[in-house]
């Protein structure tokens, strides 16, 4: 197996296509929601950055676990652990979410996958919301059952993902829309496909059901690929940046609220729609964010690693925020970043310094995003 630096055991599982990946050269591996997450392949992520934006790629992101919430009551309880306004959604429909707490604090964004009336799936970042389902769901005797089914998706993405997809399943691939899903024949059985992906380049995630076809099923995508000069993958840092694509534990936590995050056009802030976190998400609202996430540009040369946030000041010295994921844009020829801003500082094209692990005061600018 491929040094990643993390001493094995069964608390962190692997994946239906961990096997794959291994033997397709995986680097290494971070650990979402318990699971395995493949990191690097190419030699750099910059030749990885180029290969997403040209190519077609498959990725193992099977970490995006499913909370299944089926019942008579599934709909009220999804609609309670979100303020986007869900009285409209449909099945076929896939619809990110922010999941909040009683204080408003973000405890998750997932993407929501209506396939009945009374069933739903969360496609959950980085945090155990089965937990916090469950809680809710005995703690007001809702008539729901909540499981992480057999579930794991499989992304093949890139701007040649539409014609590698087209070629395996057909011309009903082509023509969903974006965040919709379709249920298509995959190796003899139904599954949902969703045009969506961790990337701007666009593609689709394969929501396999039924792990003992992971392998079967990374194969067929890989051999129907070689025409289109596919490779392994994983979420790239510089193509995410660039995307404005939040990573959750990184850019917000619970300490965040949605509208700083940028989700206000997701946010019903009337009293119409019941949700946990409403009155304290409205009074947020009739106050004003302190914060708002931001993207930052900055010089200085190629920056250091960012495993440490980046203190952002203005020139005179205040604090202003932080960066939580930077990294070079060769395209963009300078440093791009993400940050929440302090008020009155969050205009674009606000001058700033950017303070590195390598003692640097780089000049920085606020941007906007995606970048």
């Known amino acids: 197996m491929a040094e990643s630096g993390l001493n094995m055991s069964r608390r962190i599982r692997r994946t239906p ?11 290494g591996f971070s650990v979402v929601n318990h699971m395995l997450l493949p990191k690097a392949y190419a030699p750099s992520v910059e030749e990885d950055y180029w290969h997403l934006r040209t190519h077609v790629q498959i990725w193992d992101v099977a970490v995006q676990r499913q909370v299944q919430i089926t019942g008579p009551d599934a709909a009220r309880l999804v609609q ?40 739903f799936w969360l496609s959950i970042a980085d945090s155990d919301i089965l937990l916090w389902a469950k809680g ?21 993405q890139g701007p040649k993902a539409e014609a590698l997809m087209t070629d395996l399943f057909g011309s009903a691939i082509a023509a969903l829309g974006h965040f919709e899903y379709g249920i298509f024949d995959v190796l003899g059985t139904s599954q949902v496909i969703a045009r969506s992906g961790y990337s701007k380049q666009g593609g689709y995630e394969i929501y396999l059901e039924g792990g003992h076809l992971g392998a079967d099923l990374w194969d067929v995508i890989w051999q129907a690929g070689q025409g289109y000069e596919i490779t392994p993958g994983c979420p790239n840092l510089i193509e995410r940046i660039e995307g404005g694509l939040m990573s959750y534990g990184n850019e917000f936590t619970r300490a965040n609220n949605p ?39 900055f010089g200085g040369g190629r ?23 930077g990294i070079f844009s060769p395209r963009l020829d300078c440093n791009v970043g993400m940050s929440m801003i302090a008020a009155g500082h969050w205009d ?21 995003l995606p970048f």
Request: with cysteine.
């Open 136 to 156: 809710l769901a005995v703690g007001m005797g809702l008539d729901v059952a909540i499981t992480e089914p057999d579930v794991s998706p499989l992304a093949i």
């Open 259 to 297: 509208l700083e995050c940028g989700f206000a056009p997701l946010c019903h802030l009337g009293n119409e729609v019941e949700y946990i976190g409403r009155t304290a998400l409205q009074n947020i609202a009739a106050n004003g964010p302190v914060q708002m996430l931001r993207g930052i540009k």
């Open 348 to 368: 674009i094209g606000t001058e700033l310094l950017v303070h590195t692990p390598d003692g640097i005061a780089r000049d920085g600018v606020i941007a906007a």
């Open 17 to 27: 296509y961990t096997d794959s990946a291994e033997a397709h050269g995986v680097r």
């Open 303 to 325: 920056t250091p690693p960012c495993g440490k946030p980046f203190p952002v000041t203005a020139r005179d010295g205040r604090p202003l925020g932080q960066i939580t994921s």
């Open 80 to 119: 309670l652990m979100t303020p986007r306004d869900l009285r409209r959604a449909r099945v076929g429909q896939c619809l990110y979410v922010p999941l909040i707490d009683e204080h408003a604090g973000m405890l998750n964004d997932p993407v929501l996958l209506k396939l009945a009336d009374d069933k």
